[in-house]
């Protein structure tokens, strides 16, 4: 098991940037595959986009193809998500996921879980 705490959420306009950092302690970092999902208001959550573990594959939403890019310091033991362009739909709480082995799709593949950090985009 692995516990993670993600930062780097806030309130920004359309349009502008933002980068979240999750960090995890507790496991072998590089063993892990690594996700980022997203939950707004009322709605289900929803996979934003994941990483291999040695961070050569990555894979995104539709959503935000082009504009949100993830990578990872396994020597950090951090995940981060760059978030460019954004748009009031990007409003959402975000959270990192691990898992061991191969990096997922599916939420229900995670077995751990950040806490969330909010990230609210003004028109």
């Known amino acids: 098991q692995v516990q993670l705490v993600e930062s780097g959420g806030g309130l920004v306009q359309a349009g502008g940037s933002l980068r979240l950092s999750c960090t995890a302690s507790?496991?072998?970092?590089?063993?892990?595959?690594m996700g980022w999902f997203r939950q707004a208001p009322g709605k289900e959550r929803e996979f934003v986009t994941s990483i291999s573990r040695s961070g050569s594959i990555t894979y995104y939403a539709d959503s935000v193809k082009g504009r949100f890019t993830i990578s990872r310091d396994n020597n950090k033991n951090t995940v981060y998500l760059q978030m460019n362009s954004l748009k009031p739909e990007d409003t959402a709480v975000y959270y990192c996921?691990?898992?061991?082995?191969?990096?997922?799709?599916?939420?229900?593949?995670?077995?751990?879980w950040g806490q969330g950090t909010q990230v609210t985009v003004s028109s």
């Open positions: 996921a691990a898992r061991q082995g191969p990096y997922a799709i599916s939420s229900y593949l995670y077995n751990d």
């Open positions: 507790g496991g072998t970092f590089s063993s892990y595959g």
